[in-house]
């Protein structure tokens, strides 16, 4: 009774401070991608990159940007994860192989930050901060700034510009998430979060085993792990470690931070496109999507033991059920992939509502932009069948959903399916494949099908039970985390170029609402039937067919 309790009120704290806070920095967000005026600062790094900030640029020159800089973004991260054991604070890092540090490099890039290798002993200080950090700020700015220019398509009429890629980013990580992380981070530090370069120390614990301790600039990179949705941990226990998530109030911090740009930026949707009711509905459909989420996991990690505590296997106890099962389905809603309990571990029915948020796509609310931008692609799809059902054109916020719009959506919603599937199919029946999963049967298809699920939707977490660090998982995961990433990006900047170029339609008697409470039971049934109708084979193979027997 007293975890129910602490678990009801740590909720509503968490929906009071995303609403308190997410209301303000929604609508910094939107000044932030409307401002016509440049700061010091990123007048200079624009002079220094050479950009021109007075030029917009179309669908086309906006993605070939988001590629360039990505591209170049794992190149050097690859080349600095493959030589750091010959750099500077090493501190005896083991380093990667070849195709760990590749897999390592995409990972980061793509804003996944799924980890083949254990934190402290594959990268050392200078990677860890220099290269991930880093690449924890800038993926997820190009994230932000891709849902940018699909608003701004949304709200402009007849054009052709959506906006400047590298304008976007610079402003991003300099006005939001900067201040954003160091803010997160100060908080972090008051809370027993570590920040220092001690060298690795060396303790003979009470059982006379000798254990070494790591420090490490940990604080810093929790923040903009946690605020960017990226995962990935400085540790490889991740956020259950006392050094990255000492007590049950960072750990409420470390959930807030993860959640309260993707749920900003239903505002500054509503914001940018005039219609604030718009963010509304958007964040409505989030937030039922979420919270249902995180009731089912609860539910079934409560009724998974007849102990008051309910099912505390693979739990911190310092941190107790309610406050496991929240970050769980929090992380798998937000692509975020941090950890503060083994997934493995989770009932089959909690483990499969984990894997669920994942197929979803990542909408509940979805990592920062790209959960964005996958809501409003639900929102297409669904005045699309809604102007199918009553013979009328679809329209969306007064932009027509014709052939090339829906064809641009629709190719989107079919990608990650076919990388989760695909892979997660020739992975079993591949003997070297199957030889690292840790359980056969059900159990086995659930290691492998959230391993591909993760990847593709960017989320980074793991049912740790699969040993991935071989070249086969190493590579094929990298693969989809690449595509998983860039081609819906590309596809969204393809259907921004299309709406802006339209003009934008009046109102009238015959236009469907889309702000309505009916419209945001149409999204969720949507989203459902799609994802249901897609993975529900898959599921009833796996954590359906392992909770039934």
């Not at 929604?26 to 900030?53: K, N, P, Q, Y």
């Not at 930050?113 to 290269?131: K, R």
């Not at 807030?256 to 963010?279: H, K, Y």
Request: charged share 10%.
């Amino acid at each position: 009774m007293g975890d129910t309790v602490s678990g009801l009120l740590t909720l509503g704290v968490l929906v009071s401070l995303l609403v308190g806070v997410g209301l303000p920095l929604g609508s910094w967000i939107a000044a932030t991608l409307t401002d016509t005026r440049h700061w010091r600062i990123e007048r200079a790094i624009h002079r220094f990159v050479g950009v021109d900030t007075s030029a917009e640029q179309g669908w086309r020159s906006y993605a070939t940007s988001v590629v360039a800089f990505s591209v170049a973004g794992i190149a050097v991260l690859f080349a600095l994860i493959v030589a750091q054991t010959s750099l500077p604070l090493a501190q005896g890092t083991a380093g990667m192989h070849w195709h760990t540090a590749l897999n390592t490099a995409v990972s980061f890039v793509t804003n996944t930050n799924w980890q083949s290798y254990a934190g402290e002993l594959g990268a050392g200080p200078l990677v860890q901060t220099v290269g991930l950090t880093v690449q924890n700020f800038v993926s997820a700015a190009v994230g932000i700034a891709v849902a940018g220019a699909l608003m701004r398509a949304l709200a402009r009429s007849e054009g052709t510009s959506i906006g400047n890629f590298w304008v976007d980013l610079t402003r991003v990580v300099v006005r939001v998430l900067l201040p954003g992380a160091f803010i997160g981070a100060v908080l972090l530090l008051l809370g027993g979060v570590i920040q220092n370069l001690r060298a690795p120390m060396t303790i003979t614990s009470i059982d006379g085993v000798d254990q070494v301790i790591r420090g490490g600039l940990v604080a810093s990179q929790e923040a903009i792990k946690e605020l960017g949705t990226n995962g990935g941990g400085y540790f490889n226990a991740n956020s259950a470690h006392p050094f990255e998530n000492p007590t049950p109030l960072t750990n409420l911090l470390e959930v807030f931070l993860l959640l309260v740009i993707p749920f900003a930026l239903t505002r500054t949707f509503g914001i940018l496109v005039g219609d604030r009711r718009q963010g509304w509905a958007l964040a409505a459909f989030a937030g039922v999507l979420w919270l249902g989420s995180v009731t089912l996991a609860t539910w079934a990690e409560v009724s998974a033991s007849s102990a008051p505590t309910g099912s505390m296997e693979g739990k911190e106890v310092r941190l107790g059920l309610w406050s496991s099962t929240i970050f769980a389905a929090s992380t798998t809603g937000t692509s975020t992939g941090a950890v503060n309990s083994m997934h493995e571990s989770y009932s089959p029915l909690g483990g499969g509502v984990l894997l669920g948020n994942m197929l979803l796509g990542e909408i509940s609310p979805g990592g920062v932009g790209s959960g964005l931008y996958g809501i409003v692609i639900v929102a297409v799809l669904s005045v699309f069948v809604a102007g199918l059902m009553v013979g009328r054109t679809p329209e969306y916020l007064g932009k027509t959903i014709g052939r090339p719009e829906i064809t641009a959506a629709a190719l989107y919603t079919l990608l990650m399916p076919v990388l989760v599937l695909g892979f997660t199919g020739a992975s079993l029946v591949l003997d070297g494949a199957t030889g690292q999963m840790s359980a056969s049967g059900p159990h086995g298809l659930s290691e492998v099908l959230y391993a591909y699920a993760s990847a593709a939707n960017n989320n980074g977490s793991a049912f740790a039970g699969l040993s991935a660090d071989i070249p086969w998982f190493n590579l094929t995961l990298a693969l989809c985390m690449l595509l998983g990433r860039f081609l819906p990006m590309l596809l969204v900047l393809r259907l921004a170029g299309l709406l802006v170029e339209q003009r934008k339609r009046p109102e009238t008697a015959g236009t469907m609402p889309t702000h309505t409470p009916l419209f945001v039971g149409l999204l969720l049934g949507i989203a459902l039937i799609l994802a249901g109708l897609t993975f529900f084979p898959a599921l009833a193979l796996g954590p359906l067919a392992e909770a039934l027997a």
